[in-house]
């Protein structure tokens, strides 16, 4: 019976994280603010649903696919955010690189070398 309810709180977890994700993305006022939230859900929403998995099925096939998909999202989900803002800047200002104008800090390259 407690396996059952923290299989219950598990799964509600994960949607509260989705809808957090959800309500956050479309509450900011920038696409670049936005992008934040995305990762509620595709990693700790992604986790309390592995962990409700794990503990419905046991170990096995399932869970092991399931972990798998639960690595991915989390691994991907920087990449896809970073090439997402890339994305954003790029179509806002033309370019995606950063000008010392904008208060970007540059390594300065060694003339001598």
């Not at 989900?77 to 179509?91: E, L, P, Q, V, Y």
Request: proline share 2%; hydrophobic share 50%; aromatic share 6%.
């Amino acid at each position: 019976m407690i396996r059952h309810d923290i299989i219950l709180a598990s799964l509600a977890l994960a949607v509260l994280c989705c809808w957090i994700g959800v309500i956050g993305t479309w509450r900011m006022q920038r696409p670049m603010q936005a992008l934040h939230y995305l990762a509620l859900p595709t990693g700790i929403g992604a986790i309390f649903l592995t962990v409700a998995v794990v503990l419905q099925t046991g170990w096995g096939s399932t869970t092991a696919k399931t972990i798998a998909i639960c690595a991915i999202l989390i691994v991907t989900n920087a990449a896809g955010a970073h090439a997402t803002a890339r994305a954003i800047r790029t179509r806002q200002l033309d370019h995606w690189q950063g000008h010392e104008q904008e208060g970007v800090e540059f390594i300065k390259e060694d003339s001598n070398a």
